[in-house]
């Protein structure tokens, strides 16, 4: 519920700046125990559903995560081909394309 929340306010541009509250989930024990990863993405389907990717990858880019998406993934998962399977089974084709496309830029 606190990331479909926290996605309401960022879609209402209003509340904190997203780097401070997106690098907060970057912390060991929270990527580890899957905590971060569940929240990106419930934050991902609520932002989505509102706005559009480009709308999504701006705020990536200001919460300076744009190249730091695997680091959502524990150690032993930070690969580019889990973190394509994982967005697919969980509907965000959207973020593996953008992903895609940062990659052969």
């Known amino acids: 519920k606190l990331a479909i ?3 309401l306010v960022f879609n ?3 509340g904190p700046l997203p780097e401070q509250v997106m690098q907060s989930l970057l912390d060991d024990a929270k990527v580890n125990k899957g905590t971060s990863l569940d929240f990106l993405t419930q934050f991902c389907k609520e932002y989505l559903s509102k706005d559009p990717i480009e709308e999504l990858d701006l705020l990536f880019k200001r919460a300076r995560l744009d190249d730091k ?3 959502f993934f524990p150690q032993q998962k930070r690969s580019i ?3 394509n399977s994982y967005f697919t089974e969980s509907g965000l084709v959207q ?3 953008l992903n895609k496309k940062r990659f052969s830029d």
Request: glycine letters at 0%; aromatic letters at 6%; charged letters at 20%.
């Open 81 to 83: 081909e889990h973190f």
């Open 5 to 7: 929340a926290t996605a």
């Open 12 to 14: 209402m541009k209003l």
């Open 69 to 71: 998406m695997l680091a």
């Open 95 to 97: 973020l593996v394309d």
